[in-house]
């Protein structure tokens, strides 16, 4: 027998929703509406809707050539850092994940709680540790130099070990093991297909963490070369500071919604993966 529950009830719920669906929403509203204007217009009375004269293009043409494609470079920097991350971080936390889950060697379990408790140390006291230890790999200021630490993803293994745990059948592995399949060709074969949840969560996690990673590329790069978008906006930000001027704030701002573009195509590729998961277990043998 259902429940009813009260209309009012249900209209206090709603509004709690869109009042919290607004306050997450807003602030990104305001930087696409922000995109559209001059600079003389974001310094001027602020109107929550769009100027009258829209200068998105003239802004993205300005952004993309100041400074001989800074910007490009930048992009394509933040691009090399979250995509080698996430696909080297997503490889190595699947298989450390499917191993804890599947197999019982010696001191694993002891392995994995300390894996579990690397979870809690912030990420900030870490940062010094990196440093001496790429300064002593010779890797400051180098591409290396910030994928590598971004390879190590703790949550990643967490995450699939308790998925291989629920969501991969001893059975369907000993089946693939009695027809001859090696381990790898097991794990490659089987076992990857029905980790996809959760790979593709560790990949949107590491890549979305690697993209808006800054106090990282901070303390390692020391040429705007090799900057991420994000540390070139400050760059330009910190530009504006120090002369008190107000001329590129229009081409930050442009370029922060840029950024935020490949984000949400990342969410919107991976969600599939995440509606095959939801349903993964609902039918058992």
């Known amino acids: 027998m259902q429940t009813k529950v009260p209309l009012s009830s249900r209209a206090s719920v709603t509004f709690l929703f869109v009042l919290v669906a607004?306050?997450?929403?807003?602030?990104?509203?305001?930087?696409?509406?922000?995109?559209?204007?001059?600079n003389a217009q974001l310094f001027q009375f602020i109107q929550p809707w769009f100027p009258p004269h829209l200068s998105l293009i003239k802004n993205l043409?300005?952004?993309?050539?100041?400074?001989?494609?800074?910007?490009?470079?930048?992009?394509?920097?933040?691009?090399?850092?979250?995509?080698a991350s996430a696909i080297g971080a997503t490889f190595f936390a699947t298989l450390a994940g499917?191993?804890?889950a599947k197999y019982d060697y010696k001191w694993m379990r002891t392995i994995f709680w300390i894996i579990l408790g690397s979870i809690f140390v912030p990420v900030t006291a870490?940062?010094?540790p990196v440093f001496v230890l790429m300064?002593?790999?010779?890797?400051?200021?180098?591409?290396?130099?910030?994928?590598?630490?971004?390879?190590?993803s703790p949550f990643g293994v967490y995450l699939t070990r308790i998925y291989a745990?629920?969501?991969?059948?001893d059975a369907l592995l000993e089946a693939a093991r009695i027809d001859g399949a090696s381990e790898w060709t097991v794990f490659w074969r089987v076992a990857s297909r029905l980790l996809m949840p959760a790979t593709a969560t560790v990949?949107?996690?590491t890549f979305v963490g690697t993209w808006n990673n800054f106090f990282l590329p901070l303390v390692i790069l020391n040429s705007s070369t090799k900057f991420p978008a994000i540390l070139g906006l400050n760059l330009?930000?910190?530009?504006?500071?120090?002369?008190?001027?107000?001329?590129?704030?229009?081409?930050?701002?442009?370029?922060?919604?840029?950024?935020?573009?490949?984000?949400?195509?990342?969410?919107?590729?991976?969600q599939r993966y995440w509606r095959f998961g939801l349903t993964s277990g609902s039918v058992t043998g």
Do not use: C
């Not at 300064?135 to 190590?152: A, D, F, K, R």
């Not at 745990?165 to 059948?169: A, C, I, R, T």
């Open 22 to 38: 607004i306050y997450f929403v807003f602030p990104l509203y305001w930087l696409v509406i922000s995109a559209f204007k001059t």
């Open 61 to 83: 043409v300005e952004l993309f050539s100041y400074d001989s494609g800074e910007y490009t470079r930048w992009l394509a920097n933040s691009f090399l850092y979250a995509g």
């Open 98 to 100: 499917y191993s804890f």
């Open 126 to 128: 870490l940062v010094l």
């Open 135 to 152: 300064e002593s790999l010779h890797l400051i200021n180098t591409y290396w130099g910030v994928i590598l630490p971004s390879l190590v």
């Open 165 to 169: 745990d629920q969501g991969v059948p």
């Open 203 to 205: 990949f949107l996690i």
């Open 236 to 270: 330009w930000n910190s530009i504006n500071a120090e002369g008190h001027a107000k001329l590129m704030y229009n081409m930050i701002i442009t370029g922060a919604v840029v950024a935020t573009i490949p984000l949400a195509i990342s969410f919107i590729l991976l």
